[in-house]
């Protein structure tokens, strides 16, 4: 059964710490990408990765943090220095960044909230 | 920087109505696609529009790509109490292959 998958569904932690977020794929997909979602602020990009090794930073990368080390895993780190890490975060993939047929995958999200 | 605006932001209506959600980029697409997001839940994809001036169909839903492949729009003829979610538009930019997303209309239907 493919799929994206994230985890935990809620995550609760208290300010100042760092939190990494899960995200795995068994579609075979080479590229992953992370978004936060914010009330009234649509979809926002935050890294993107087109190859194992290999990821680019979006529009709102700053006090965020990835890796991928593997080509069905991009898992996110949510540091400190992220000012306002509250968010719904959503995991994508698809087949390849740039082409025509790169229909997203989006794995059921996690909230996050930090207190 | 490159964004694709989307409105209305919000739209009530009432079940049976139709409704429309709109798509602006400022710069020319190679590509668009339309999501949905039901409340709770995570984006589902709904549909891709790659030509110039292409207009798709799936069964209620009517999808346009303009002929400068600046805008799209989304139409639903007589809305169903399912048809309750935000749409997104998504644009692949044709400077960087980046996929720029629009804010979201979200649809709520009167009963």
């Known amino acids: 059964d493919g799929g994206i998958t994230q985890s935990p569904k809620y995550l609760f932690r208290k300010e100042g710490q760092n939190v990494t977020l899960s995200c795995e794929q068994n579609?075979?997909?080479?590229?992953m990408y992370w978004y936060r979602q914010d009330p009234g602020q649509g979809l926002r990009l935050i890294y993107y990765?087109?190859?194992?090794?290999?990821?680019q930073k979006g529009d709102i990368a700053e006090g965020y943090s990835v890796s991928r080390e593997k080509k069905e895993s991009f898992p996110l780190t949510v540091t400190s220095a992220q000012k306002n890490p509250t968010a719904f975060y959503l995991c994508?993939?698809?087949?390849?960044?740039?082409?025509?047929?790169?229909?997203?995958?989006f794995g059921p999200g996690t909230r996050l909230t930090v207190l | 920087g490159q964004q694709v605006m989307q409105i209305p932001q919000y739209q009530h209506v009432q079940e049976g109505e139709d409704f429309t959600t709109y798509c602006n980029s400022s710069?020319?697409?190679?590509?668009i696609q339309w999501y949905k997001q039901r409340p709770g839940g995570h984006p589902v994809f709904l549909i891709q529009?790659?030509?110039?001036?292409e207009v798709k169909k799936q069964k209620r839903l009517t999808f346009q790509f303009g002929e400068a492949k600046k805008n799209s729009s989304l139409h639903i003829t007589a809305t169903q109490t399912t048809d309750v979610g935000t749409y997104f538009c998504?644009?692949?930019?044709?400077?960087?292959?980046?996929?720029?997303f629009g804010k979201g209309t979200r649809l709520h239907i009167l009963p």
């Open positions: 998504a644009g692949l930019s044709n400077r960087d292959d980046k996929i720029i």
């Open positions: 990765s087109q190859i194992v090794n290999d990821f």
């Open positions: 710069t020319t697409l190679s590509n």
């Open positions: 529009l790659v030509k110039s001036g």
């Open positions: 994508a993939s698809s087949i390849v960044i740039g082409d025509p047929s790169n229909e997203q995958f």
């Open positions: 579609l075979n997909h080479d590229a």
